[in-house]
């Protein structure tokens, strides 16, 4: 158990600091990129997250046999990984299962409130009905949205197309059926679990409004790239349908 609790405890500090040194490397270039490429590369920018963490999880040299062997001194796994004895204190206490435990109850905390925050937005949606266009109406739905990740839909209010023009509301409806093309809601799956493990990570929390920024322009884009002419009328569809929809992690 004790060995079990170090491992994984060195696994979480690389982790982290990886995912901390991609996470500042992507929201300096976020805006360069943006200029420079356009909106789909600067969201593309974000892979470099998950990739570092699991950059950091891959068998490494064993101590001695690297290329710097001074350096494993500065490792942090130091800070949970003693070279020799017995991880116990003086006062009995171990100390790194005491700190896996808490990233434990931490991480099922976490997981917890994005469940909720999920489940509330879903209940509150009340009682759907499949339209013919495939997409799902209720009296509940105040806004255009895409909902779920194994099996997404696109969730409308029921006198959607009432409140908007029609050319307006096709642009609308496109704008979501981009977020299911582009597998938008497994991303934000993947960041929300990301949240859990990492829970500890500030970094994390803040940067994800950055995320969904960037996943909304590059949706955004690819939209007008497939109406190149109907720029203007998606600014005006944009300004009238209220998109953001607070709470909701997947989605």
Do not use: K
């Amino acid at each position: 158990m004790m060995i079990a609790a170090d491992t994984l405890l060195r696994w979480l500090v690389d982790g982290s600091l990886a995912a901390s040194a991609a996470l500042l490397l992507v929201l300096a270039l976020r805006h360069p990129l943006r200029r420079a490429f356009g909106a789909r590369v600067a969201y593309g920018a974000w892979a470099l997250v998950p990739l570092a963490i699991a950059a950091a999880a891959l068998p490494r040299p064993a101590p001695g046999q690297g290329f710097a062997p001074a350096l494993l001194s500065l490792h942090p796994g130091v800070l949970v990984m003693p070279s020799t004895g017995s991880t116990l204190t003086a006062t009995g206490i171990d100390w790194p299962l005491l700190l896996a435990s808490a990233w434990l109850i931490g991480g099922v905390f976490a997981a917890l409130r994005f469940r909720a925050q999920q489940r509330g937005y879903v209940a509150a949606l009340g009682h759907l009905d499949q339209a013919a266009d495939g997409s799902w109406r209720g009296v509940g739905v105040e806004a255009p949205a895409v909902v779920g990740a194994m099996r997404p839909r696109i969730v409308l209010p029921v006198d959607f197309e009432a409140l908007h023009a029609a050319d307006e509301a096709a642009l609308v409806v496109a704008h979501e059926r981009a977020h299911l093309a582009r597998g938008d809601t497994r991303a934000n799956l993947l960041a929300v679990a990301l949240r859990c493990l990492h829970w500890f990570n500030p970094f994390l929390h803040l940067a994800a409004r950055g995320f969904r920024l960037d996943q909304e322009l590059a949706c955004d884009a690819t939209v007008l790239a497939r109406h190149p002419h109907a720029r203007r009328r998606y600014a005006d569809a944009m300004l009238n349908v209220q998109l953001a929809v607070p709470g909701l992690p997947v989605g």
